[in-house]
């Protein structure tokens, strides 16, 4: 029984990627195969159209319809719709072969190491991810190819607790100065050897200081902010903020840096 109909979709509610099933790696599938990385604890109920005009319909994690034999190797755009709460590659499968997120749509990020290991992955999406978890720590880790657009500064991370490592070694460039992590208590070695510019990582973790002062002060949250290393920060810009100056760990998170400027 097919539960959604594609056609009867707007793309806006579409998880849509594209993909490579020529880039082979060390687990990966055929080089004319797909096998969509999902999770024992995930939730799904999707219709799933793999660009070849054929239809799968999944609904448990070890559904034999997650993994997608194509005619030709090639390039394919993958598009989901319906409930697909899980999705993790953990540095292994299908890691080298996921090219582009166009749309997150219906995708819930329910666990850490979401794109872990994924170096041909960037993200080009107006829209956001549901996230559904208190750790994202390494969720675009290794991911060298990733540099992202603004809709990443859009991201509610107001419930993150732990997001350790989410862009070490990728390449993103953005400024994430909207993000509002109020709940964390370890941001460790989060950009460390990423690709974020001086003056965008200062200006972000300078916005960060007064949310990350309240955890200190009014919440008794000791954040870790360590390991940053590889990263420039611009000492003379001047988005700095009293409350950036008087922030112990902020200033920490400075002095974990591999260079001042």
């Known amino acids: 029984e ?12 579409l998880f849509h990627t594209v993909w490579d099933t020529r880039n082979l790696s060390e687990g990966s599938s055929l080089s004319n195969q ?7 604890d995930g939730t799904y109920k999707m219709l799933v159209d793999w660009g070849d005009g054929t239809n799968s ?6 559904d034999v319809n997650r993994t997608h034999t194509y005619q030709e190797p090639g390039l394919y755009e993958v598009k989901i719709s319906g409930i697909c709460n899980g999705f993790r590659f953990n540095n292994t499968g299908d890691k080298l072969k996921i090219l582009e997120i166009k749309n ?6 329910i666990s850490d190491s979401s794109f872990f290991g ?17 750790d994202i720590s390494s969720t675009f880790k290794d991911c060298v190819s990733f540099i992202g657009n603004n809709s990443i500064n859009k991201w509610d991370v107001e419930e993150i607790e732990i997001a350790d490592e989410v862009f070490t070694n990728s390449s993103i460039n953005v400024s994430l100065e909207s993000w509002k992590p109020k709940s964390a208590n370890s941001l460790r070695a989060l950009f460390k050897n990423s690709g974020l510019d001086s003056k965008k990582y200062t200006r972000t973790i300078s916005k960060w200081a007064e949310v990350i002062k309240e955890n200190q002060v009014i919440n008794n949250i000791t954040v870790d902010l360590s390991d940053q290393s ?3 920060f611009d000492k003379s810009a001047e ?11 902020v200033r920490e998170f400075i002095e974990s840096s591999q260079s001042i400027i």
């Not at 319909?57 to 070890?62: A, K, L």
């Not at 988005?239 to 760990?249: G, H």
């Open 239 to 249: 988005i700095i903020t009293k409350e950036f100056e008087s922030t112990l760990e």
């Open 104 to 109: 997150w749509g219906v995708l819930k990020i």
């Open 34 to 40: 797909i096998s969509l990385p999902l999770i024992s």
């Open 2 to 13: 097919v539960l959604f109909n594609y056609n009867n979709h707007k793309s806006r509610t």
């Open 230 to 232: 590889g990263m420039l």
């Open 118 to 134: 994924c170096a041909n992955l960037d993200v080009k999406t107006v829209d956001s991810p549901e996230i559904k978890t208190n």
């Open 57 to 62: 319909q999944i609904n448990t994690f070890d």
